[in-house]
């Protein structure tokens, strides 16, 4: 019923930058807050950053000054501007969304995911 594509992943060099998108489609009424979470190799997924549909957000301390999160409601899109990049920041980066459908159901969606990796 919803899907969350994500895109912008790729190789990129240390204090290098990247942009990732997520577009969510299909039967969705509106949508809460949205998300990007990681997950680094051998290691939990963890939290990344988080906005609401009011734009308030929330960072990880590890991204705080480094990572932007922010979202087009009129595109049903969310972004997440990564500055200073680190070898560490090296990880699979999933969408996440809570969307209330056109069935009136709440559903948590996640993206497939996409891959950053930094290295020299």
């Known amino acids: 019923q919803v899907q969350l594509v994500e895109s912008g992943g790729g190789l990129v060099q240390p204090g290098g930058s990247l942009r990732l998108s997520c577009a969510a489609s299909?039967?969705?009424?509106?949508?809460?807050?949205m998300g990007w979470y990681r997950q680094a190799p051998e290691k939990e997924r963890e939290l990344v950053a988080t906005i609401t549909n009011s734009k308030s957000t929330n960072y990880a301390d590890s991204v705080k000054g480094r990572f932007t999160i922010s979202r087009d409601n009129a595109k049903n899109t969310v972004y997440l501007q990564m500055n200073s990049l680190k070898p560490e920041d090296t990880a699979v980066y999933y969408c996440?969304?809570?969307?209330?459908?056109?069935?009136?159901?709440?559903?948590?969606?996640w993206g497939r995911g996409t891959l950053v990796a930094v290295s020299s």
């Open positions: 299909g039967s969705i009424l509106s949508i809460n807050a």
């Open positions: 996440n969304a809570g969307v209330l459908t056109m069935q009136y159901r709440l559903l948590e969606v």
